[in-house]
């Protein structure tokens, strides 16, 4: 595997492509324990865009080099800033860029929390497909506790947690604990400590060996149909199975599963 610095940003993101075609994109600002500051949200966005253009990449993995956090979330010192309010509201374009690039990714994402995920971190962990967390790890939007609200990851808690829950996390500002988490819909397996790399890479290795040309359709089918109509989404999936039969991976897929084969994709 190699490791380097994630175009544009040397020290705040770091990206690593395994040979398998699992991209491992991490957050490394470990002195703000990966407080999205501007220059970690422009090194992510540049990772995520590269991950996203490069065809050697089947899957991403977000991580942290902290050893105890994943993201502490906004960087509060720019809420109080001497600065104009009209230079503050387009601070936070850099995050909004950042949810809306990983809700429209090609690519299956997994998101590996290792430590505390707070405020604007809850968005990050909720854009990813799949979220695997370590037993220590804790989930909470505590913005009301300084006199803020989680304005910025209020759309993607209604969209991933239910309302009632939703509710409690945005007015009480309280933590959960990775269970919790699990139970919410918030994260999708809880392992040991020693054990998260290994099930996060698992998974990753297990989604980068699945036809790039299916999963890129079920995954912008998944985003499209969600908030459809019942009749309109029925219909949309019909046009993408139709879509999805006229490709040379699914006659694959199929006759390696009747020859007793692993398939090989050309990803066409």
């Known amino acids: 595997m ?4 994630a175009e544009s940003v040397p020290e705040s993101v770091f990206y690593a492509l395994a040979p398998k075609g699992v991209a491992t994109i991490t957050l490394n600002e470990p002195a703000t324990r990966n407080a999205l ?39 509060l010192g ?24 990983l809700a429209s990714f090609p690519k299956p994402t997994v998101c590996a929390v290792g430590g505390h995920a707070l405020a604007g971190a809850i968005g990050l962990v909720l854009a990813c497909d799949l979220v695997v967390a370590s037993e220590d790890a804790t989930f909470g939007t505590p913005e009301i506790a300084v006199g803020a609200f989680a304005f910025m990851v209020m759309a993607l808690l209604y969209r991933n947690v239910p309302r009632k829950r939703a509710n409690e996390m945005l007015l009480l500002g309280g933590r959960m604990s990775a269970s919790e988490a699990c139970a919410a819909g918030i994260v999708n397996r809880v392992v040991a400590a020693g054990e998260l790399d290994g099930a996060v890479a ?14 890129r359709l079920g995954k912008d089918a998944m985003r499209r ?31 390696a599963f009747f020859a007793k084969r692993e398939p090989v994709w050309r990803d066409r």
């Open 225 to 255: 149909q969600a908030d459809m109509d019942l009749d309109d989404a029925l219909d949309y999936l019909r046009s993408q199975l139709t879509l999805a039969l006229s490709t040379e991976d699914i006659v694959e897929g199929v006759s």
């Open 37 to 75: 500051s501007p220059a970690l949200l422009d090194g992510l966005h540049a990772a995520l865009t590269r991950a996203r253009d490069d065809d050697g990449v089947r899957c991403v993995v977000l991580a942290s080099s902290h050893a105890t956090v994943f993201c502490s979330g906004a960087n």
């Open 202 to 215: 698992e998974w990753a290795d297990k989604l980068a060996g699945s036809s790039a040309v299916i999963m």
């Open 78 to 101: 720019g809420f109080a800033a001497d600065a104009p309010l009209v230079a503050k509201h387009f601070a936070s374009d850099r995050l909004l860029a950042v949810f809306r690039l």
């Open 2 to 5: 190699s490791a380097e610095p």
